[in-house]
């Protein structure tokens, strides 16, 4: 049963998309998921019918075979949360190649985008992103594949693992290193995104993973020994690598929050049709507070799963830099998701451990999302330091410009510093005052400051924070607050305070 919701911004090739997916989930998924499930075999069916609908080409433009310019983003969020809804495991084939073909439409030349994107658009062919590796995963930037040019040549060597469709996907979009000298690693210009395909010499499945869910679905570790691929395969240049895995990741993650809205709406129907049809205590399951509660804290969490997404993906349809809400909808989905599941089989009691309910299959399946496409613990690390530098820079913007030469110097600059860190003291006893904060309160340069707190730190009359080798943060010293202003001026007492008695 489909509940899709529609948002007012969709436009109606987006809204008849929702109802096509839908319908198709419903029937086609619905009717085949259990075999696939018991067979754990891969569902080729589901390849064949979405290619034959043209699903797979949403971000390909027309005159590749694409679906055209209507659906952005946010089709390809309706597409996936349709599809997740019938089974987590459609997601993996289609996700894969939409991100795996991203970077192509987004940096490709007219070759590449010729040559690659109508197989894709149309399902005949699969694509796949190789970034983790056996020894590494969420550092991501320390990548140990290689590519070396040689002649008009890319020499691939290394090890990739757990690659969704690996040994049934086509074309993979394989992040290599390119550079290892410390400045490119620094500016991270060490690694390249080059396209290989299936079937080329020295290219080979290594392994299949047996995974905890998503039966059916295939993750592979790749090898690579010496494999010669074009030098035209590289997408953008090299040294690009980083840049364009770090664009791919905002649709990526968009994408996975979207799959998990599907997982967490076909968790909650299934959980409205056993809790009302489930007595006990004389009354159905549905009109009991506890699992109420759970009911209740399942609409909310997916309710606002989607809203978060879809907003996103209207924001990047616009063109709108989404690095934030890409990471918040993805860490947000997800770790809901994992709850709503739990709380799912909660609702079905004993039935909900057991394989003939789909509860139990809903959260084999999410786990995966926590870790895949960035560990939530990394991007929770990411948003909060992609926001703090958006305030700072906000912050930065406010500021009044400080001055170029400053009027103050030597005896008289270090009396106004400190008398500054005295002033910020008595409002925010317990906090260091920012740099920042001094330049743009006294009449003094950045150069001179600094000077100025060294010689006062060798006094021990302030004390310095240093990040990366700069003063970023100074406190007075109590001997420096003591030389500053006298007592009296740091007195504070509330009014309901009878000085003569508590006041010595
Ligand atoms: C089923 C499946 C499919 C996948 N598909 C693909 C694919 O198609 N292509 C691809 O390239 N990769 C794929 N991956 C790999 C996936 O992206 C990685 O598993 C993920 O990035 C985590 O890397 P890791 O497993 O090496 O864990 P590690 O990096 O070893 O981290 C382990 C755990 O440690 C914690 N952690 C690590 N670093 C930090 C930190 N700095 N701060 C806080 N906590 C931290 C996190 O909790 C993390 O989960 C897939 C993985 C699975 C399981």
């Known amino acids: ?107 490709g030349t007219e070759e590449q985008k010729k040559k690659w994107l109508p197989g894709l658009a149309t399902g005949e062919h699969f694509a796949c992103i190789a970034i983790t590796e056996p020894f590494m995963g969420s550092d991501a930037a320390n990548i140990q594949t290689t590519a070396e040019l040689d002649g008009d040549e890319y020499v691939i060597n290394g090890k990739k693992r757990f690659i969704t469709v690996g040994g049934v996907g086509d074309l993979y979009c394989v992040y290599c290193q ?23 010499p020295g290219f080979s499945v290594e392994v299949i993973h047996d ?23 590289i997408i953008l240049s090299e040294g690009d690598g980083w840049n364009i895995l770090t664009d791919a990741l905002n649709i990526e993650r968009l994408g996975v929050a979207a799959g998990a809205i599907g997982v967490a709406r076909s968790s909650l129907d299934a959980t409205a049709e056993y809790v009302t049809r489930r007595v006990a205590f004389r009354q159905t399951l549905a009109e009991i507070p506890g699992v109420q509660n759970m009911g209740s804290d399942m609409v909310t969490g997916s309710s606002l799963m989607s809203l978060m997404t879809y907003y996103a993906a209207h924001q990047l349809d616009q063109e709108e830099d989404v690095s934030i809400e890409a990471n918040v909808a993805k860490i947000y989905a997800t770790d809901n998701l994992t709850k709503i599941t739990l709380d799912a089989i909660q609702c079905h009691g004993g039935d909900g451990y057991m394989r003939d309910y789909p509860v139990e299959r809903h959260f084999r399946d999410s786990k995966l999302i926590e870790i895949g496409a960035g560990a ?55 906090l260091y005052t920012e740099c920042d904060e001094i330049l743009e309160k006294l009449e003094i340069n950045l150069e001179d400051l600094n000077e100025c707190l060294l010689a006062l730190e060798e006094d021990k009359h302030v004390a310095l924070y240093r990040k990366r080798g700069k003063i970023t943060l100074a406190k007075a010293t109590y001997d420096g607050l003591r030389l500053a202003k006298p ?18």
């Open 1 to 107: 049963m489909y509940t899709v919701e529609k948002y007012f911004w969709w436009n109606e090739a987006q809204k008849k998309l929702a109802d096509d997916v839908a319908e198709f989930s419903d029937t086609f998924i619905a009717s085949t998921i259990e075999d696939i499930e018991k067979t754990k075999r891969f569902p080729w069916e589901y390849m064949d019918e979405m290619g034959k609908r043209g699903w797979f080409g949403v971000l390909i433009p027309k005159e590749y075979g694409g679906m055209g310019n209507e659906y952005g983003i946010t089709g390809m969020c309706i597409v996936l949360e349709e599809i997740a809804r019938g089974a987590a495991i459609a997601v993996d084939f289609y996700e894969t190649t939409v991100y795996g073909y991203s970077p192509i439409i987004r940096f």
């Open 211 to 233: 995974p905890m869910g998503r039966f059916g679905s295939r993750h592979a570790a790749l090898n690579f020994e010496n494999v010669r691929v074009p030098k035209e395969n």
């Open 376 to 430: 939530n613990e990394i991007l929770k690390h990411l948003v909060w330091k992609q926001w703090l530098k958006k305030y700072q820079t906000l912050r930065k913007s406010l500021r009044k410009e400080t001055v170029k030469k400053s009027t103050i110097s030597g005896s008289e600059a270090k009396k106004a510093v400190l008398e500054t860190l005295a002033e910020f003291y008595k409002v925010h006893p317990g």
């Open 178 to 200: 390119t550079s290892n000298t410390p400045e490119d690693r620094k500016s991270h210009r060490h690694l390249s995104a080059i396209l290989v395909e299936k079937g080329t």
């Open 487 to 504: 007592q009296e001026y740091y007195l504070k007492f509330p009014d309901f305070v009878v000085k003569e008695k508590e006041i010595f």
